[in-house]
């Protein structure tokens, strides 16, 4: 694989026969709102394939593939798990920090207090969701999202089924 400006995050399956990397090439693209693409290789191609991006069949609308979040093959080396994020609004680089205004607004409907809120800024920022490329039938199905937010692979991933949670009902009670 060659011109992408970012790699980031690789996978080897356990037969060492199958390779797996998330890649940015647009060179356009603002340099705050990158849109990265899921690169993979196996022993007898000449080079890596997109699998997945953010025009791909099984992408949510407006989401691409994470840059944060670790990939891994199934056991089998029949799939291929990553993570996904919506995309993030570009920022707006003509405002100087200076002229910012900062201001914190909690409400008592939100899900997290607001000091909460601010320890998990970074943990939220860098969330992706799981997904999973079906290598033999060429297709994506995500797993997650905002709604469901974790899902567990189980069976070394060649299971039929993953248990999914969420705590979405019960974060207001919770405070």
């Known amino acids: 694989s060659r011109g ?24 356009s693209s603002s340099p705050n709102q990158k849109t990265y693409r899921l690169h993979y290789w ?11 991006g953010r025009n791909t069949v099984g992408m949510p609308l407006h989401w ?14 029949q799939r291929l798990f990553f993570g996904t994020v919506p995309i993030a609004p570009i ?12 201001l914190d ?4 409907g939100d899900e997290y207090l607001q000091p909460q809120q601010l320890r998990m800024l970074e943990q939220e920022q860098r969330r992706s969701y799981l ?9 994506m199905v995500q797993l997650a999202d905002r709604d469901l937010p974790v899902v567990s692979v189980a069976g070394e991933g060649d299971a039929e089924t993953f248990p999914g ?5 019960y974060r207001l009670q919770s405070q």
């Open 42 to 52: 196996r022993n007898g191609l000449d080079s890596a394939t997109v699998l997945a």
């Open 105 to 108: 607004v909690w409400h008592h």
């Open 4 to 27: 992408a400006n970012d790699y980031r995050n690789m996978a080897i399956d356990d037969a060492e026969r199958q390779l797996a990397f998330v890649a940015e090439r647009d060179s």
């Open 64 to 77: 691409t593939v994470s840059e944060h979040a670790a990939l891994s093959f199934s056991r089998s080396g």
């Open 91 to 102: 920022k707006d680089t003509s405002l100087v920090d200076i002229d910012m205004v900062k």
């Open 165 to 169: 949670f969420t705590d979405k009902p």
């Open 131 to 139: 997904a999973v490329y079906h290598l033999q039938q060429g297709r």
